[in-house]
């Protein structure tokens, strides 16, 4: 079965820098895009960035130049480098992929503060 479990998370001051990962399995990880969201308290879910099979890379504009996804398919993990961190970074991520359904990770919890 599909498996997404993420890291990395943890307090960072405002300026600072990240890098989660998501260990994939259960899947053809390869021939699959992969997805970054974020939940912040009290607000909806949000995309944050998605990497396709062929490594083409998309970005919301709130962390555009700030943020890198990228994928290691012989290591079946996705990263999200995050850089310049601001408090309003401050949510917990997902890891996720769409295969007829989407599937979710347990997240991992980014706080920016000083």
């Known amino acids: 079965q599909v498996q997404l479990v993420e890291s990395g998370g943890g307090l960072v001051q405002p300026g600072g820098s990240l890098r989660l990962s998501c260990a994939a399995s259960g899947f053809t990880f390869s021939v699959n895009a992969m997805y970054w969201y974020r939940q912040a308290p009290g607000k909806e879910r949000e995309l944050v960035a998605t990497?396709?099979?062929?490594?083409?890379?998309s970005y919301a504009d709130s962390v555009k130049g700030r943020f890198t996804i990228s994928r290691d398919n012989a290591g079946n993990t996705v990263y999200l480098q995050m850089n310049s961190l601001k408090p309003e970074d401050t949510a917990v991520y997902y890891c996720s992929i769409w295969r007829g359904q989407r599937y979710w990770g347990q997240g991992t919890l980014v706080t920016v503060s000083s």
């Open positions: 990497i396709t099979a062929t490594s083409s890379t």
